[in-house]
């Protein structure tokens, strides 16, 4: 399933109790950043329905805001997810989940800079995380 994600989905609301992005009016909505489910670790997990996606019509499926961020550290772009613990989730109930499933990229090649951010935002949170499931 093609859906919105990344900053532009982190830039419209969402279902979770989260924070998101607050620059909406800095982005170009034109041709906002699709990917497509199959293409992913996570299928079709937190991919929510959105009526209203600026300078468009129609209803298009988009990422909820953990959903953004797990993509963006899939794909390796660290600098549109840093503030992801504070600044985009800002909410401590997610950190199971997202540890979850930010675990399932430990096969990707580039995994130690993904376990490097994660610490760098979850500071020992993560390194708890980490211990207590063995890796």
């Known amino acids: ?3 919105i994600t990344g900053v532009h ?3 419209l609301p969402c279902s ?8 909406r009016s800095a982005l170009q909505w034109e041709n906002p950043r699709f990917r497509d489910s199959e293409d992913s670790l996570y299928g ?3 991919i929510e329905y959105c009526s209203a996606i600026p300078e468009n019509e129609g209803t298009y499926a988009v990422a909820n ?7 963006l550290l899939e794909v390796e772009n660290y600098s549109t997810a840093q503030g992801m613990n ?3 989730i800002g909410n401590d109930d997610y950190n199971e989940e997202v540890f979850a ?3 399932m990229m430990k096969g990707l090649p580039h995994w130690r800079g993904i376990d490097t951010f994660m610490g760098s935002e979850y500071y020992g949170k993560w390194l708890d995380y980490k211990r207590k499931a063995g890796i």
């Open 16 to 23: 979770l109790l989260t924070s998101g992005d607050w620059h």
């Open 1 to 3: 399933m093609k859906y």
């Open 86 to 88: 504070r600044d985009f």
């Open 101 to 103: 499933k930010v675990i």
């Open 65 to 71: 805001h953990i959903r953004a961020l797990l993509d």
């Open 44 to 46: 079709d997990y937190g």
């Open 9 to 11: 989905a982190l830039n």
